[in-house]
């Protein structure tokens, strides 16, 4: 890192420990400067400039990395893994080429897709435990859990651009302009991937309806 500056020790701690120490808008003295004025500021030695930008982006990519791999332990390693790097690239960051959130995005998805590929081989689709019987609000909760490594399972099975395209448009909600920016292509390949991605999940998904519960849930 530039001239050896590192983060602070609390931006080095595990994303959940962090986010419960997040600080105000108020607190925040780079409130208004964009996240890219922050990050040159580290790599300038403030190590300040990195505190406050990781209050800024962790929760949004510890979300996405939740939503993505459906394990909120793998998700706080990829949120850390893509901070950890955000601050490895900050001497080199190239001023106004790309936003330092998009940045994060795309290295958050690429990590979770990373991991779900290595998952494929490693979690077969059957293996969702059963809920237990005697225990009326553990059902519930087991079948989310469930449904959750379910779909986290079979994105695992669709090709890495797909299963990134679906995610961040049906799980993050990002518009496809915004997609096409991350994954670097246009908004008529997103729109493809999508489509493709979204039938093919639904076909991986149709067999297990039952499984899952989704065959009691009410029509919308």
């Not at 960051?93 to 081989?121: F, G, H, I, M, P």
């Not at 496809?176 to 991937?193: F, G, K, T, W």
Request: charged fraction near 25%.
């Amino acid at each position: 890192m530039a001239g050896g500056v590192r983060p602070p020790a609390d931006c080095q701690r595990t994303p959940i420990g962090l986010a419960q120490t997040q600080m105000t808008q108020s607190q925040d003295p780079f409130s208004g400067a964009p996240d890219e004025a922050l990050l040159i500021a580290f790599a300038n030695g403030d190590g300040q400039a990195a505190r406050y930008l990781t209050v800024r982006l962790l929760p949004r990519i510890l979300a996405q990395a939740t939503r993505m791999m459906g394990n909120p332990s793998e998700a706080e390693d990829v949120a850390q893994d893509a901070m950890m790097r955000l601050w490895k690239v900050a001497p080199e960051w190239r001023q106004n080429e790309a936003q330092v959130s998009t940045w994060l995005y795309r290295v958050t998805a690429n990590l979770c897709t990373d991991r779900l590929r290595k998952r494929r081989r490693a979690v077969s689709l059957d293996q969702v435990a059963e809920p237990l019987d005697d225990a009326p609000s553990v059902p519930a909760q087991m079948q989310t859990q469930a449904r959750m490594t379910a779909l986290s399972d079979c994105l695992a099975q669709l090709p890495d651009r797909q299963a990134q395209a679906v995610s961040l448009r049906h799980l993050e909600g990002l518009s496809n302009p915004d997609i096409a920016q991350i994954m670097d292509i246009s908004v008529r390949s997103v729109e493809s991937l999508t489509a493709r991605g979204k039938r093919a999940l639904a076909d991986l998904m149709a067999g297990r309806k039952a499984e899952l519960g989704y065959d009691d849930d009410q029509p919308e």
